[in-house]
């Protein structure tokens, strides 16, 4: 098993694990689709069902992932390869599917960006109504270059913080960004429960409704778990190789699955009060972050301020996740390749650039050109999110508990026996056992065959 732990950076200490980790898992998913999927499957009902998921499924995932990476202090397809070399196919996928979404999610970052910089310079607070909104937007995204340009601005940002190297970019900009986020979620929670008829969002997103969790929704709080996490991109592999060997990696994954959850929690006590006080029925994706939303800020005082203070949010959550995405990307192809750093940084926003660009175009003046009935954009965010994520989630759970030498996987969870962990064998059988089952079910119900 090769090691690269002479001459690999380390991040600075465990809080910089957790802050680095959680902003890979945290992103716009969890503000536009968990407290929409949440409300429509049985509320609090559906937020127990969740944790449980993320429990059996995500922790145990995301521990084996850690394991992986910080064993080997490698890339994703050289992590895998040390390790077993038929096996590397899941560092590919990983990125593969980690090129694959930053193709459609900067696009949708570069969204982000515009409306912050409409938000300051007051132009949203010009529009009176959601159909409005929806003209604006849909005219927004149709545009052949409006899209683009802020898209080239958002990847320039991520270029930027990823060339500045692993503790001087990723780790500075994750110490800033997420307590950022997290102050700026609470703000906005507050502000929302406190406009006339939030009680009724809150009953909404909290209340248990047993009577909607059917087998369907067991599923989608699986699938739910699965992607929010950020589990099967070769992301947590990545950064658990810039662990320091003391990082307790159980106490790890624990807390960032915790921020994550957090994080869509406090979404939902941000969204629901808000769009339950002007009656309006809760939508999820971009319709509720670029149309709903904005329209029910503009009928608030300082509309500017809540509206900027809103997508400076989306700004934050699209970033974290593209710079985790990116440097994926780039750690692979500079140990790889054998390039420098900042070439494997340019190579890797240089491509993905192009790639963007096509996706947004594909939205407008490329709309009839159709992959298996899909534009670019639709057909990128399909693939990654109902095949190549679950798949890779699924043969990393066979290799880490049936392939990979078990004394390496116990020695990285326990630090070489320093940290008692009493449940190493219930983590086996779910390892071995539920979490390729459940991941099974999930890509089959993705596919629709259930």
């Not at 040390?82 to 930053?102: D, H, M, P």
């Not at 904005?294 to 300082?302: D, H, V």
């Not at 004394?407 to 539920?434: C, D, E, S």
């Amino acid at each position: 098993m090769q090691n690269n732990s002479q001459s690999r950076a380390t991040l600075g200490g465990k809080l910089s694990a957790v802050l680095v980790a959680a902003g890979s898992s945290v992103g716009l998913g969890n503000i536009w689709r968990f407290p929409y999927v949440a409300g429509d499957n049985g509320g609090g009902a559906f937020l127990i069902i969740y944790i449980l998921c993320v429990i059996l499924l995500g922790l145990p995932l995301m521990l084996s992932e850690f394991s992986i990476g910080r064993a080997t202090r490698l890339n994703a397809v050289g992590a895998f390869r040390s390790l077993n070399r038929r096996w590397s196919f899941l560092g590919y996928n990983g990125i593969l599917a980690a090129f694959l979404i930053l193709g459609f999610y900067f696009v949708v970052a570069g969204w982000t960006a515009e409306y912050l910089v409409h938000s300051i310079t007051g132009d949203l607070a010009q529009l009176s109504s959601p159909e409005e909104y929806k003209s604006v937007f849909d005219n927004f995204i149709t545009n052949p270059w409006r899209p683009i340009l802020y898209t080239a601005l958002f990847v320039l940002a991520t270029h930027i913080i990823i060339a500045l190297g692993v503790q001087k970019g990723i780790e500075r900009s994750a110490k800033l960004l997420m307590p950022l986020l997290f102050l700026i979620l609470i703000i906005l929670s507050i502000h929302s429960l406190l406009m006339s008829g939030g009680t009724e969002g809150l009953k909404f997103f909290f209340t248990p409704d047993f009577s909607k969790v059917t087998p369907s929704t067991v599923l989608v709080a699986l699938g739910q778990a699965f992607f929010s996490l950020s589990i099967g991109l070769g992301t947590m592999v990545t950064y658990a190789s810039y662990f320091k060997p003391d990082t307790n990696l159980y106490n790890t994954a624990l807390n960032v699955t915790i921020l994550d959850t957090s994080v869509a929690i406090l979404a939902g006590v941000m969204i629901f009060p808000a769009v339950f006080s002007v009656g309006i029925e809760p939508s999820s994706g971009p319709s509720l972050v670029f149309i709903t939303l904005p329209s029910i800020f503009n009928g608030l005082p300082l509309s500017m301020v809540w509206s900027t203070i809103f997508f400076l949010l989306l700004v934050i959550a699209a970033l974290t996740s593209t710079i985790s995405l990116h440097e994926v990307i780039t750690a692979y192809l500079h140990e790889e390749w054998h390039v420098s750093r900042k070439t494997a940084a340019w190579l890797t926003t240089l491509s993905t650039m192009v790639l963007a660009s096509f996706a947004s175009l594909s939205l407008g003046v490329w709309n009839e050109m159709k992959i298996c009935g899909l534009s670019l954009f639709d057909a990128l965010d399909y693939l990654t999110a109902n095949i190549m994520l679950p798949v890779g989630g699924m043969f990393t759970c066979f290799f880490a508990g049936w392939k990979l030498d078990q004394q390496v996987l116990k020695a990285q969870i326990t630090n070489n026996g320093a940290i008692k962990f009493r449940i190493y064998k219930l983590f086996r059988v779910l390892l071995r056992y539920f979490c390729p089952i459940v991941l099974l079910l999930v890509f089959l119900d993705n596919l629709g065959l259930f």
